[in-house]
């Protein structure tokens, strides 16, 4: 008996062993009818029928007489390589490789240093399948090329021979193609895959900011708006407590013809033209970056992105923010950052606003510090070890990862009260206005006295505590009085000094719903807690209003207002002009209270002089101190002082002569026709 015969034997066996069950069940040989259903221990073989006039199918048990054996058979595993034809219909050739298997063991290990990192390629599998346009080869052509003339093992180098001259016929036009392409720096949408290799850096323009992404795997694909060729890549990105590798979808969309490989929407970082200078400048985006991680507080001008109800939406934002990707991800749960590992654990470092550019190559392959445990530093004023989050130290990026990090930072904005994601190069350091709590227009032992109480409370918070634990921790201080005399200069002017974040709401961010109210206010009260910021409820009368038996919608804010505020851990600032409605609950949680009176005529020069500083920004004013006399003497708050200013100062620009008393005056006198004995001359 020959080889193939005995190859062969098996499935003839296992044929006329079906014929024999089939003529069994047919002649009913084989069964009794008192046998249960499902209780022959044997096999009923089905096979699918050819399809009737109208293309459907059934199962029968009839074995089909148009089967052709089996090709992979022993006889097909003795060799090195299976090729897979096709019929070609391009006029070029008759076949087409559709796949070739490799089976030697041999040119596994080669392609296992050839193809090593290529995503999707396991090479030590027994069944080793390569499916035409055989992408893997033309991206790592060069390196089989070279593993070719290196191999030193004569029988190995037989099948790598073997296996390149298959490869090499089969490429050749689209190698030749795309060595043509890269030649003359453009590229087709059907070839664009070629010059994507998986790993490879993609450089890309988003929102204005260049950046960099590593490709794991490109596809095409058929959208709604039409063919495209989506790039899957991977970014090095914060989650709050660790960096890691975050995804990021790139997209070149289908176009006629040939392109400019850097007129694409996103191409390799190799073929920029300026690639040093992109390089660098990626490179100190990203140690930017890695100083950016963790808590800080700081000054925010351009576009960021936010959520609305149909996608992303962009925001014209000129404000404050907080940065802080821990807390993004707790008050934003269903769009929390989610990131893989890194890999290769690299050297600590510490949380610093000031940051280092102490990166060396040197410092790249050091091993892993487990004992490295610096506390979180900050040069502002406020203690950020204090500010509540992860107690975690941060790692080191190398110069291959500074490259790929995120171009945006995940934080909040206070002036716009959302969580945002704003672009790194738009974040700027705070100038704090050193003079705005000097300016304010308080007796000195009043401003000692807020300032003394305030930098203590963040201080010694967790000095002192209730009978119940967590409870009347905080500081709430009451400022009353008529509109106008620096109530909310005051919480701001704090702020500033201390160079805390200032967060301000009022009713309308809380909204008028009870459940809403209470939602929104335990919210604010946790993020004001968590960044150590000054809390200021302007205008808070609808929460602090005394109850009544009638209204029960508005007992229910206070109540919340009174339970919630109970166990803040803050430093609150209440503003009120009507003191005396104030609910008696009230009076027991407040430690410090205020009346601000009507401005003295001192206090109004005082006040005067400070914005004609403000808006001469530190020049000489131009007026005298007899003018600043007659101004005190009109009966003003601060803020119609301002108004009026304001206006001469547009006056005088219409005109393009410099602020003066004549402007003011002007001002004030059509102020007084208008709103008649609210604005008067005192003595008058």
Request: overall charge negative; aromatic content about 8%.
């Amino acid at each position: 008996m020959t080889l193939l015969e005995a190859a062969a034997t098996p499935v003839i066996a296992v044929n006329d062993a079906a014929t024999t069950l089939i003529d069994r069940t047919i002649n009913g040989e084989g069964q009794s009818s008192d046998i249960r259903p499902g209780m022959i221990s044997d096999v009923k073989n089905l096979y699918q029928s050819k399809p009737d006039n109208r293309g459907k199918t059934t199962w029968v048990d009839k074995y089909p007489d148009d089967l052709e054996e089996a090709a992979e058979n022993a006889e097909s595993a003795r060799y090195a390589l299976l090729i897979r034809n096709t019929k070609c219909y391009d006029g070029r050739k008759k076949l087409q490789i559709a796949s070739i298997i490799v089976q030697s063991p041999l040119l596994k290990k080669v392609l296992g240093s050839v193809l090593k990192d290529y995503p999707g390629i396991t090479t030590t599998l027994e069944r080793l399948t390569f499916n035409a346009p055989f992408q893997p080869f033309v991206h790592r052509w060069k390196n089989l090329v070279e593993a070719l003339q290196d191999e030193g093992d004569p029988e190995t180098k037989a099948h790598l021979e073997l296996f390149h001259k298959i490869l090499e016929a089969e490429l050749r036009d689209d190698l030749k193609a795309r060595d043509d392409f890269i030649l003359n720096g453009v590229i087709t949408f059907r070839t664009c895959w070629m010059i994507f290799e998986p790993g490879t850096i993609v450089f890309s323009l988003r929102d204005g900011q260049n950046c960099a992404a590593r490709l794991k795997n490109g596809n095409y694909q058929s959208t709604r708006c039409g063919e495209c060729y989506s790039l899957s890549c991977e970014i090095v990105d914060w989650d709050g407590e660790n960096f890691g590798l975050g995804n990021s979808q790139l997209t070149v969309w289908g176009f006629e013809g040939t392109m400019k490989i850097t007129k694409l929407s996103a191409y390799p970082l190799e073929y920029h033209p300026n690639l040093s200078k992109v390089k660098e400048e990626l490179i100190q985006r990203g140690k930017a970056f890695e100083e950016l991680s963790g808590y800080h507080y700081k000054n925010y001008q351009g576009i960021a992105i936010g959520e609305g109800p149909w996608g992303p939406v962009k925001y014209n934002v000129d404000s404050r923010i907080i940065i802080d990707t821990y807390a993004w991800n707790r008050f934003n749960p269903n769009r929390q950052v989610s990131l893989s590992s890194l890999g290769k654990p690299v050297m600590r470092a510490p949380i610093s606003d000031n940051g280092s550019d102490d990166y060396n190559d040197e410092d790249e392959d050091e091993e892993y510090d487990e004992d490295c445990d610096e506390e979180y530093n900050s040069d502002e004023d406020i203690d950020v070890d204090d500010v509540e989050g992860p107690k975690t130290t941060l790692k080191t990026l190398t110069k291959d990862q500074l490259l790929l990090c995120s171009a945006s930072l995940k934080g909040y904005s206070l002036r716009n009260k959302k969580w945002l994601t704003f672009s790194i190069g738009s974040v700027k350091d705070i100038k704090y206005n050193e003079g705005a709590f000097d300016s304010l227009v308080l007796p000195e032992d009043h401003k000692e006295l807020i300032l003394a109480l305030t930098e203590s409370q963040v201080a010694n918070k967790e000095t002192f505590d209730d009978v119940i634990q967590g409870k009347g921790k905080g500081m709430i201080m009451l400022l009353s009085g008529p509109p106008g005399v620096g109530k909310t200069l005051t919480a701001e002017s704090v702020a500033e000094s201390m160079r805390a974040p200032l967060y301000m709401m009022s009713a309308g961010d809380l909204g008028l719903d009870s459940s809403q109210v209470e939602s929104s206010l335990s919210n604010v009260l946790e993020m004001a807690t968590k960044w150590n910021a000054i809390l200021l409820l302007d205008e808070a009368d609808v929460f602090l209003e005394q109850r009544s038996s009638h209204d029960l919608e508005r007992n229910k804010l206070v109540s919340i207002f009174l339970r919630i505020l109970e166990y803040y851990e803050g430093i609150l600032f209440l503003t009120t002009n009507r003191v005396d409605n104030i609910d008696a609950a009230f009076q027991s949680r407040i430690h410090i209270s205020m009346q601000y009176k009507e401005l003295s005529i001192s206090s109004r020069r005082h006040v005067w002089r400070n914005f004609l500083l403000a808006s001469s920004k530190g020049k000489e004013y131009g007026f005298s101190d007899a003018d600043l006399d007659k101004l005190a003497v009109y009966k003003m708050n601060g803020r119609e002082i301002k108004n009026v200013l304001k206006t001469a100062q547009l006056l005088a620009s219409k005109k393009g002569a410099k602020l003066g008393y004549e402007h003011v005056e002007s001002v004030l006198a059509i102020e007084k026709r208008h709103i008649g004995d609210q604005v008067q001359i005192n003595g008058k």
